[in-house]
């Protein structure tokens, strides 16, 4: 069983704060679809359970585009998108690890290839699952 650590982040003015538990050692992901791209988001997919907004549900907007699924929440504030409900993982929460007050221990990052989302999507369903 790995070892979880609760880490805090927010949005750029404070208005939105969350805990996440992640381990010590994660792995995100740099996507290349549009939307990503444009706002350099690292994504650190994690289950439901171990997310927490913390504040700011109030300062949250919505929004969505192709499918819908994926629910992109952003401070009205600053505009900043510290998490988000993923089209891959909806039963998960996807953070920006750049949002997060501190990092883990060690960070690998991958690329993946959301241009071409479809065909690469499967390849992150695990990672919104509990480990025993």
Not at 30 to 38: A, E, G, Q, V
Not at 62 to 70: K, M, P, Q
Request: proline share 5%; hydrophobic share 35%.
């Amino acid at each position: 069983m790995e070892t979880l650590t609760t880490r805090t982040g927010g949005c750029h003015c404070g208005a939105v704060r969350f805990q996440v538990q992640i381990p010590a050692f994660v792995e995100v992901e740099d996507c290349n679809c549009s939307i990503c791209r444009k706002s350099g988001f690292l994504h650190l997919i994690v289950p439901a359970s171990r997310f927490t907004l913390l504040q700011g549900q109030e300062s949250l907007a919505e929004y969505t585009f192709n499918t819908g699924v994926a629910k992109h929440l952003f401070c009205r504030v600053c505009g900043i998108k510290p998490f988000y409900v993923p089209r891959s993982n909806p039963d998960g929460m996807d953070i920006n690890l750049r949002c997060l007050d501190t990092e883990p221990e060690r960070v690998t990052v991958v690329a993946f290839d959301g241009e071409n989302w479809e065909a690469n999507a499967a390849a992150l369903a695990h990672k919104s699952q509990e480990t025993p």
